[in-house]
């Protein structure tokens, strides 16, 4: 069974930096898709970051690129999201998903969210001003 957990939420002031850590089971990262996601409450879940073995580099929504960094250990089968430089509109429950590159739809690990099937539960962020 695919399994995904992520933690490493929590309270942070403006300008700060949480990593966010999913341990992942039941498969590898060599041909999957990983992504990060968030949901603010009264908002629809977004995509945030992804990679995958088969993409030439990782994907950032433009609302974090340059500020949150997505790495693997593939060895340990972690996944990690570096958010620095943290904003208040960053407050929300932060996902990791993942599936096989070939099930997401478009060519890249950011073609398509809503075909991301596997998910762990959520940590919370909290940005405060």
């Known amino acids: 069974d695919v399994q995904l957990q992520a933690s490493g939420g929590g309270l942070v002031q403006a300008g700060g930096s949480l990593r966010l850590s999913c341990a992942a089971s039941?498969?590898?990262?060599?041909?999957?898709?990983i992504g990060w996601f968030r949901q603010a409450p009264g908002t629809e879940r977004e995509g945030v970051s992804c990679?995958?073995?088969?993409?030439?580099?990782?994907y950032y929504a433009p609302s974090v690129k340059g500020r949150f960094t997505i790495s693997t250990d593939n060895a340990k089968n972690m996944v990690y999201l570096q958010m620095d430089s943290l904003k208040p509109e960053d407050t929300a429950v932060y996902y990791c998903?993942?599936?096989?590159?070939?099930?997401?739809?478009?060519?890249?690990?950011?073609?398509?969210?809503?075909?991301?099937?596997?998910w762990g539960q959520g940590t919370q962020v909290t940005v405060s001003s």
């Open positions: 990679t995958s073995s088969s993409d030439s580099a990782p």
């Open positions: 998903a993942a599936d096989p590159f070939w099930a997401i739809r478009g060519g890249t690990c950011a073609g398509r969210w809503h075909d991301y099937g596997n």
């Open positions: 039941g498969f590898t990262f060599d041909d999957w898709a």
